[in-house]
Nanobody, 119 residues
Framework: QVQLVESGGGLVQAGGSLRLSCAAS????????MSWFRQASGKEREFVVA????????NYADSVKGRFTISRDNANNTVYLQMNSLKLEDTAVYYC????????????WGQGTQVTVSS
């Protein structure tokens, strides 16, 4: 089992920045690919960004490319999401997710952290 706890959400003005963190506990963190998803009110959950187990490969949704950066610290079992140039449409609950390298679907999810971007 892997437990994931997100933090760092909050209220920020458009154009501002936030950094989300996802702390993992349980089995070996470096065995897992990690991702961030988000879900806005009344909408389906959507993929934001993924990073592979080593941190060498990252894939971003087009909507966040150039503004968001994912990184991970395997020594401290944490994945980060640096969000810059935030837009109103980035408002959502952000979820951290983990999957074993051999898996397709994400097995473990955090409880989410709210990000609200105001005008």
């Amino acid at each position: 089992q892997v437990q994931l706890v997100e933090s760092g959400g909050g209220l920020v003005q458009a154009g501002g920045s936030l950094r989300l963190s996802c702390a993992a506990s349980g089995r070996t963190f470096s065995s897992y690919d990690m991702s961030w998803f988000r879900q806005a009110s009344g909408k389906e959950r959507e993929f934001v960004v993924a990073i592979n187990w080593s941190g060498g490969i990252a894939n971003y949704a087009d909507s966040v490319k150039g503004r968001f950066t994912i990184s991970r610290d395997n020594a401290n079992n944490t994945v980060y999401l640096q969000m810059n140039s935030l837009k109103l449409e980035d408002t959502a609950v952000y979820y951290c997710a983990a999957r074993a390298r051999t898996k397709i679907n994400y097995e473990y999810w955090g409880q989410g952290t709210q990000v609200t971007v105001s005008s």
